[in-house]
């Protein structure tokens, strides 16, 4: 079983900066995707932002500008800056990726969830 490890996240003021990390250890043959996605309470699960696998980057209109994926390939980690904090940006953070594991196939894996709350 592939668990993502997710860190960075935490309570931040608005218009603060956080920068959450994930890793996908283990026998990594392939990376097809990797992002980000959050769930606020009572709202659906969106993406937020994320590696396609042509390499190009997606965003929610709500993050342009203020978040920035970013990726270490040698570490197979994707890491979210996310700056100028709003209340709204308050969630759940989840890494999500699209991974050959010791070749069984491409498969989507997901973190455990890192909380990020903006408050004053």
């Known amino acids: 079983q592939v668990q993502l490890v997710e860190s960075g996240g935490g309570l931040v003021q608005p218009g603060g900066s956080l920068r959450l990390s994930c890793a996908a250890p283990g026998s990594i043959f392939s990376v097809y995707t990797m992002g980000w996605y959050r769930q606020a309470p009572g709202n659906r699960r969106e993406l937020v932002a994320a590696f396609t696998n042509s390499g190009s980057t997606n965003y929610a209109d709500s993050v342009k500008g203020r978040f920035t994926i970013s990726s270490d390939n040698a570490k197979n980690t994707v890491y979210l800056q996310m700056n100028s904090l709003k209340f709204e940006d308050t969630a759940v953070y989840y890494c999500?990726?699209?991974?050959?594991?010791?070749?069984?196939?491409?498969?989507?894996?997901w973190g455990q969830g890192t909380q990020v709350t903006v408050s004053s």
């Open positions: 999500s990726a699209e991974l050959d594991v010791a070749g069984q196939g491409r498969i989507n894996y």
